[in-house]
């Protein structure tokens, strides 16, 4: 007959007491007795005999199921306050208690486990869908620190700053290039530094390693570095530590300084920086987040060159985020050599030159009869410039029978049309030259088209409205330093002429002669 649990367990049981009894650090039945019943009372076992002798029902507890241990109070939650702009209590309090004098150690511990309760919950995950509530704790300690009376500013570049942070938290980060002006303002530094938070906190509670100095902020000037370092300041209670090194401070006392610290955000101006590289008094090898605040005044101070040795000096694959002006065609070319690959153009503004830089314009006139000639000259043309790269390009017609009519009758001489669907929307030009991905679309069909996937867009009719002339300048090239939008201007376009020369020079674009002979008759 089969034994049953309790008999085996009796049995092991038995078995176990005897080994103790032989072994050499047995002890007498009374001590194990008192250990046991000691585990029992830990663990809420205890015996019917002894449940009276601890604890009293309650009219809380009739039954003394919970042994006499008082019910916890639970707090209301954090999303609230978070959502509401306002530090969560449990925060106020561990920041009240960085006020007073605490060793390193201890300081380290109580900010750490600060940022491990705001982002609790959320270990396990690689990508995350939203912000955690410790960057809104972020931006109100700045917001706070620098600008206390202005509430709404810093947490009114959210859009912006949302975007800011899906790029630089992906899985696979993806660099950043902001057109909205020379510098980046104080919303946007903001918003950068407690995204830079944000990534150290979630991976602190992954238990991951974040290398020191995890971001890198190079700034143009004294000044400048003094303005981003105020916003840095109030994030040092909440554990992290920033630097600002410039030609203002002895070198000695920054090498010292460095010696005894090891910050997570490191502000400097180039010059600076390569002379306590080259002391060894400052490791960047593996900086996870370069910025570089002002493309243009650097190329104004000739540092273009130091900021090239200060991105081969980085060993690892950093997040660059390169903030430039709009109107200068020379930065393009310094920034592809800073950021290589996929990028996400960003832009806090609406403006057309913004959101369109480094995209070059070309108007080129024909007339009606001789339209589809010129797409192929056109198209030919960019298949050149664009010799051993695989180029992708939108052609956009008024409509869809326009569309078929350019597919059917668009034949190159120097390569070959392969279609690449049945419906004929898309085509491959093969040549010896490069090849060439061609989408044609009519104006309807753009609504559902990814504009911003394509570099190269040729706009073979002019929309009636320059308005829509420029959502389709705003939409492209979004993932590429720069871009190529063309656009044929026949006759029939002539109401055109005026508001298109405007927009080309608002965007710093040169004005055909043609079209300024329009404009003047």
């Known amino acids: 007959m089969a034994k049953g649990d309790d008999a085996l367990a009796r049995k092991r049981n038995k078995v176990r007491r005897k080994r103790m009894r032989n072994s050499e650090n047995a002890v007498s039945e009374r001590v194990a007795a008192i250990i046991a019943s000691k585990r029992r009372r830990k663990a809420g076992k205890r015996r019917g005999c002894e449940g009276m002798c601890f604890s009293l029902p309650t009219p809380d507890d009739p039954f003394n199921d919970r042994h006499g241990n008082k019910r916890k109070v639970e707090e209301p939650a954090d999303d609230v306050a978070a959502d509401e702009g306002d530090i969560p209590k449990k925060t106020k309090k561990d920041l009240n208690a960085k006020k007073q004098p605490l060793a390193n150690a201890g300081a380290k511990t109580v900010t750490k486990a600060v940022r491990e309760q705001e982002t609790e919950g959320e270990e396990g995950r690689v990508d995350y869908d939203r912000p955690s509530k410790f960057l809104v704790v972020c931006l109100n300690a700045i917001r706070d620190a620098v600008a206390p009376g202005d509430g709404g500013g810093i947490h009114g570049a959210g859009d912006w700053g949302v975007e800011l942070w899906r790029s630089c938290s992906a899985a696979a980060p993806c660099d950043v290039l902001d057109t909205s002006g020379a510098c980046a303002t104080l919303e946007q530094t903001a918003w950068l530094v407690a995204t830079a938070c944000d990534i150290v906190a979630r991976k602190e509670r992954l238990g991951m390693v974040v290398s020191c100095p995890f971001l890198l902020y190079l700034v143009p000037s004294q000044e400048k570095a003094a303005q981003v370092r105020s916003i840095c300041k109030p994030l040092k209670p909440l554990g992290i530590h920033s630097v600002s090194l410039h030609h203002g401070a002895s ?57 090239y040795s200060i991105r081969n000096a980085i060993l690892s694959k950093p997040q660059i985020t390169v903030f430039s002006d709009p109107y200068d065609k020379n930065v393009s070319a310094v920034t592809r050599n800073l950021i290589n690959g996929r990028i996400t153009r960003l832009c806090i503004n609406d403006s057309v030159a913004s959101r369109g830089a480094f995209i070059s314009q070309y108007v080129h006139f024909c007339p009606s009869e001789k339209k589809i000639s010129k797409v192929k000259e056109i198209v030919e043309k960019i298949l050149k410039g664009h010799a051993k790269k695989t180029s992708k390009v939108l052609l956009v017609a008024a409509s869809d029978r326009k569309a078929r009519d350019l597919l059917t009758s668009l034949k190159l001489e120097n390569g070959a049309v392969i279609p690449n669907d049945s419906h004929g929307h898309s085509f491959t030009i093969c040549s010896s030259v490069g090849l060439m991905n061609v989408h044609v679309k009519d104006r309807d069909s753009l609504v559902t088209t990814d504009v911003e996937e394509f570099e190269t867009v040729l706009v073979v009719d002019l929309p009636p409205s320059v308005d829509e002339y420029a959502e389709v300048l705003t939409g492209a090239a979004r993932h590429a330093v720069i871009g190529e939008v063309h656009s044929i201007f026949c006759n029939t376009d002539a109401p055109l002429a005026k508001p298109l020369v405007e927009l080309l020079a608002n965007c710093g674009q040169a004005v055909p002669d043609f079209l300024k002979k329009l404009v003047s008759s």
């Open 251 to 307: 070198i000695e006392h920054q090498v010292s300084g460095l010696k005894s610290c090891e910050p997570e955000f490191l502000i400097s101006t180039p010059e600076r920086l390569l002379e306590l590289v080259s002391l060894k008094a400052i490791d960047i090898s593996n900086v996870s987040m370069l910025v570089v605040d002002g493309l243009k005044s650097f190329m104004d101070l000739n540092v273009t060159d130091k900021l």
